[in-house]
T-cell receptor, first 111, second 113 residues
Framework: ELKVEQNPLFLSMQEGKNYTIYCNYS?????LYWYRQDPGKSLESLFV?????AVKQEGRLMASLDTKARLSTLHITAAVHDLSATYFC???????????FGTGTRLQVFP | GAGVSQSPSNKVTEKGKDVELRCDPI?????LYWYRQSLGQGLEFLIY????????KSGLPSDRFSAERTGGSVSTLTIQRTQQEDSAVYLC???????????FGPGTRLTVT
């Protein structure tokens, strides 16, 4: 059974700082997604990572995938308040099309 | 273009009643998914439809839950004899083709009293 773990669960960081969120999964998969969720809102797609070594960047966020280590990272550069949200990674279970979500990382950026 | 829409946005029901939640996927998307988000359980997969194939129902928590997708478009998630533990936000997503990017609707917040 595929399990997805994220850490940290909660992250409070100062504006301008850098930090990384980690997503580990337990069984083979080559498809991983990062989503953002604002309070009371639905999920917004951030990144789709489909191959080993994939790296994608959008603004202050950069995501990478290492399928051999079963690890994805979401790196935040020079955080700003607008990045405050909950971030989820989700992994597609091989031989199915189910998305298995991590626990989420609640990010709070303060001045 | 129009995204995934869900109705109602909020539903309050009494324990034991049946409820129906509706999802309109993005036009042309062949894959449709239902998920549930609750405080205790996080985001859970419920059921998945792909074209005319038999749905993957492996995430449905009990036989009180069922879903159908008519004409390959609109989907309805039905919960019979609702229980308080069914209270959650029910999210629908669609994708052009499995396994590509899933686009999520705004969700239906279900409260069972």
């Amino acid at each position: 059974e595929l399990k997805v773990e994220q850490n940290p669960l909660f992250l409070s960081m100062q504006e301008g700082k850098n930090y990384t969120i980690y997503c580990n999964y337990s069984t083979t998969s080559d498809r991983l997604y990062w989503y953002r969720q604002d309070p009371g809102k639905s999920l917004e797609s951030l990144f789709v990572l489909l191959s080993n070594g994939a790296v994608k960047q959008e603004g202050r966020l950069m995501a990478s995938l290492d399928t051999k280590a079963r690890l994805s990272t979401l790196h935040i550069t020079a955080a700003v308040h607008d990045l405050s949200a909950t971030y989820f990674c989700a992994v597609v279970e091989n031989n199915t099309d189910k998305l298995i979500f991590g626990t989420g990382t609640r990010l709070q950026v303060f001045p | 273009g129009a995204g995934v829409s869900q109705s109602p946005s909020n539903k309050v029901t009494e324990k034991g009643k049946d409820v129906e939640l509706r999802c309109d996927p993005i036009s042309g998307h062949t894959a449709l998914y239902w998920y549930r988000q609750s405080l205790g359980q996080g985001l859970e997969f419920l059921i998945y439809f792909q074209g005319n194939s038999a749905p993957d129902k492996s995430g449905l928590p009990s036989d009180r839950f069922s879903a159908e997708r008519t004409g390959g478009s609109v989907s309805t998630l039905t919960i019979q004899r609702t229980q308080q533990e069914d209270s959650a936000v029910y999210l629908c997503a669609s994708s052009l083709l499995s396994p590509y990017e899933q686009y999520f609707g705004p969700g239906t917040r279900l409260t069972v009293t």
